[in-house]
């Protein structure tokens, strides 16, 4: 199939012209393709993670260690879907895990440069956990294409994001995610 720029635009659901490299703190969703159930089981409103979930709880600890000027603060695994607040505490340069620095003056790392690194150590490291240990496989790609964020503004929004973080699994009969939540599905969400 031939690029067609009309047919096979892809539209950003980033705000238009801010700067996802600026200091802040941003609370992010991604969830898996198709939302497929990976990453383990919510029992009594709480979250059971299976070797896929741990793996996926290691790499997002890790990033800190990969990039300067970022923290990491509240995060939950859900089964298809992660929720976690991203702070860019400065403008640090980009990181290779395991590579080293780039060559040269590294550009300012962005919000996206973090989600989408995390995404691709999650997606190569689950990929060796079906060769090497039996994990369920998933078709074509782990991750849906994009993900949310929200621009968390102030103390009183970052505290809201972190309750919400903290209370997700007891929701999780009511979460928009949840494949079984026939509410939802019901209304097309």
């Not at 238009?16 to 490299?21: A, E, M, P, T, V």
């Not at 393709?33 to 299976?50: A, E, P, Q």
């Not at 079906?130 to 929200?150: A, C, I, M, P």
Request: with cysteine.
């Amino acid at each position: 199939m031939v690029f067609n720029p009309v047919t096979h635009r892809r539209r950003s659901i980033r705000l238009k012209k801010y700067d996802y490299s600026q200091s802040g703190a941003y609370f992010v969703t991604v969830c898996t393709k198709n939302r497929k159930c990976l990453f383990g089981k919510i029992v009594d409103g709480n979250m059971f993670l299976n070797g896929i979930g741990l793996m996926i709880q290691m790499v997002w600890g890790a990033i800190p260690e990969y990039y300067s000027g970022i923290k990491i603060d509240k995060f939950a695994i859900m089964p298809n879907h992660i929720h976690g607040i991203i702070i860019i505490v400065g403008a640090g340069p980009r990181a290779c895990p395991g590579e080293g620095q780039p060559r040269g003056v590294a550009p300012t790392l962005s919000l996206p440069d973090v989600v989408h690194r995390f995404k691709t150590i999650t997606t190569k490291q689950y990929v060796d956990g079906v060769k090497q240990r039996g994990w369920t496989r998933f078709s074509g790609r782990l991750w849906q294409r994009n993900y949310y964020e929200h621009i968390i503004r102030d103390e009183t929004e970052l505290n809201l994001a972190r309750e919400y973080i903290i209370n997700n699994a007891r929701k999780w009969d009511l979460d928009r995610e949840n494949p079984d939540n026939y509410y939802c599905r019901d209304r097309g969400f």
